[in-house]
């Protein structure tokens, strides 16, 4: 083989300094350009949601400020403010970002997308916003983006809550509906899907004073609207015996109407409920063993049916979960022993959600299972319930994890 000389590996190494030159000196030529040319078309943006803008001097913010927000601009002729945002869903390839006009009177001026690389276009939902004011009474989620919109929408109200603590513009009044609608993932969280959406359907129930009553999709509770004394109540009841009652304030009012809570938790048929599961937590049980529904109060999380365990040995508790996964919810057994150790789990149907449209993740059940064994809350991470490829499932057992071990604390017998 022949030895490349001296003089070629100085030849090359000639070479090599003279590209690197050239690159740096390139670098130093175009690196103001490329910064000028970002920066003029983010400044770009602030004039198109509002054209009518002076120019803009960018707002000094202080305090907790919402990670969706990365910039708030004043226009010097005083007609209001362009905030830039940026938000990720659970799709999203890379952030979407854009930029949001509010006049002083707390209308949304003008919209404009500076980036979005989700797979389905968004079409004219952007636009929907425009007039809206902080209770964005007018626009909803949009259908085939649901995760992206809902990002879209938490992003929105991001800024107005930036702009209204600044006093910068007017804060819009809400409706009962608006409110009632706002309370609703906040009192029954566990009936939240992946994107932070409540999935609840409209029940019919005898009751005069219920003006409203929902039931979850995923069968972990309760949703009804009360009317006592020309007031109205928002009352959550869970399937596991939690029961709480809110004015449109906001505040716990459950101890001041007992007699109100009460009524609210005989309307629903949670027998029916803990039947149905009944029978996905015996498959998680050795055969003969006995369950008895049991509850846990100020439980309103995944949990849909507790059952105390005899009968079969190291299990003390079996636990069914219906977290949302991709889409659907998923119907999960945890079986616990009486000091709150997970000793069995099985999931009712595949874990992985319509696994035949996915090719890329990686999930050895059997050893998931096995990791999941002996877990307590001091000792659970969502490391452990981690799945590559599959995100959302992955989210949805460890949010059950949870709960599991949140109605274990809180359990107390019928």
Same mark, same amino acid.
């Given at each position: 083989?022949?030895?490349?000389?001296?003089?070629?590996?100085?030849?090359?190494?000639?070479?090599?300094?003279?590209?690197?030159?050239?690159?740096?000196?390139?670098?130093?030529?175009?690196?103001?350009?490329?910064?000028?040319?970002?920066?003029?078309?983010?400044?770009?943006?602030?004039?198109?949601?509002?054209?009518?803008?002076?120019?803009?001097?960018?707002?000094?913010?202080?305090?907790?400020?919402?990670?969706?927000?990365?910039?708030?601009?004043?226009?010097?002729?005083?007609?209001?403010?362009?905030?830039?945002?940026?938000? *990720?869903?659970?799709?999203?390839? @890379?952030?979407?970002?854009?930029?949001?006009? #509010? =006049? &002083?009177? $707390?209308?949304?001026?003008? +919209?404009?997308?500076?980036?979005?690389?989700?797979?389905?276009?968004?079409?004219?939902?952007?636009?929907?916003?425009?007039?809206?004011?902080?209770?964005?009474?007018?626009?909803?989620?949009?259908?085939?983006?649901?995760?992206?919109?809902?990002?879209?929408?938490?992003?929105?109200?991001?800024?107005?809550?930036?702009?209204?603590?600044?006093?910068?513009?007017?804060?819009?009044?809400?409706?009962?509906?608006?409110?009632?609608?706002?309370?609703?993932?906040?009192?029954?969280?566990?009936?939240?899907?992946?994107?932070?959406?409540?999935?609840?359907?409209?029940?019919?129930?005898?009751?005069?004073?219920?003006?409203?009553?929902?039931?979850?999709?995923?069968?972990?509770?309760? *949703?009804?609207?009360?009317?006592? @004394?020309?007031?109205?109540?928002?009352?959550? #009841? =869970? &399937?596991? $015996?939690?029961?709480?009652? +809110?004015?449109?304030?906001?505040?716990?009012?459950?101890?001041?109407?007992?007699?109100?809570?009460?009524?609210?938790?005989?309307?629903?048929?949670?027998?029916?409920?803990?039947?149905?599961?009944?029978?996905?937590?015996?498959?998680?049980?050795?055969?003969?063993?006995?369950?008895?529904?049991?509850?846990?109060?100020?439980?309103?999380?995944?949990?849909?049916?507790?059952?105390?365990?005899?009968?079969?040995?190291?299990?003390?508790?079996?636990?069914?979960?219906?977290?949302?996964?991709?889409?659907?919810?998923?119907?999960?057994?945890?079986?616990?022993?009486?000091?709150?150790?997970?000793?069995?789990?099985?999931?009712?149907?595949?874990?992985?959600?319509?696994?035949?449209?996915?090719?890329?993740?990686?999930?050895?059940?059997?050893?998931?299972?096995?990791?999941?064994?002996?877990?307590?809350?001091?000792?659970?991470?969502?490391?452990?319930?981690?799945?590559?490829?599959?995100?959302?499932?992955?989210?949805?057992?460890?949010?059950?994890?949870?709960?599991?071990?949140?109605?274990?604390?809180?359990?107390?017998?019928?």
């Amino acid at each position: 083989m022949k030895r490349e000389g001296p003089k070629s590996i100085a030849v090359l190494t000639g070479i090599c300094l003279v590209v690197a030159v050239l690159l740096a000196a390139v670098n130093y030529v175009t690196a103001p350009i490329i910064a000028k040319s970002a920066q003029s078309g983010a400044e770009a943006s602030l004039y198109v949601v509002l054209p009518n803008a002076a120019g803009f001097e960018e707002e000094a913010l202080t305090g907790e400020i919402p990670e969706a927000v990365t910039g708030v601009y004043r226009d010097t002729g005083g007609s209001g403010y362009a905030v830039t945002l940026s938000t *990720i869903s659970s799709y999203s390839a @890379s952030p979407m970002t854009f930029t949001l006009g #509010v =006049s &002083t009177d $707390g209308k949304i001026t003008g +919209v404009e997308m500076t980036n979005y690389a989700e797979s389905k276009d968004f079409g004219d939902y952007p636009s929907s916003y425009v007039g809206q004011d902080s209770t964005l009474s007018g626009v909803d989620l949009y259908a085939g983006v649901t995760y992206s919109s809902q990002a879209f929408k938490a992003a929105v109200e991001d800024a107005f809550s930036v702009l209204v603590e600044l006093g910068g513009v007017a804060q819009g009044n809400k409706t009962d509906e608006q409110i009632i609608e706002e309370l609703q993932p906040q009192l029954l969280p566990g009936a939240l899907n992946r994107a932070g959406a409540p999935q609840l359907k409209e029940m019919t129930v005898s009751d005069a004073s219920v003006r409203q009553a929902l039931q979850a999709e995923n069968d972990v509770g309760y *949703i009804y609207v009360m009317e006592e @004394s020309d007031e109205i109540y928002v009352i959550a #009841v =869970s &399937t596991t $015996g939690g029961a709480v009652c +809110v004015d449109l304030e906001g505040t716990d009012v459950t101890a001041q109407h007992t007699d109100l809570v009460q009524r609210a938790m005989e309307l629903g048929d949670t027998d029916a409920i803990h039947e149905k599961n009944k029978t996905a937590a015996a498959r998680a049980l050795p055969e003969g063993a006995e369950l008895t529904p049991i509850s846990a109060k100020d439980q309103f999380g995944t949990v849909s049916s507790i059952y105390a365990v005899s009968g079969a040995e190291n299990a003390a508790y079996a636990m069914v979960c219906t977290p949302y996964g991709y889409r659907e919810p998923m119907k999960l057994v945890f079986v616990l022993n009486s000091g709150g150790e997970i000793t069995g789990f099985r999931a009712s149907g595949e874990l992985i959600q319509n696994s035949e449209y996915y090719s890329n993740y990686t999930l050895d059940q059997s050893a998931y299972i096995a990791g999941l064994i002996g877990l307590t809350k001091n000792t659970a991470s969502e490391d452990i319930t981690l799945i590559s490829g599959a995100t959302m499932t992955g989210d949805g057992v460890w949010a059950a994890l949870q709960d599991v071990f949140l109605a274990f604390d809180g359990l107390t017998a019928e």
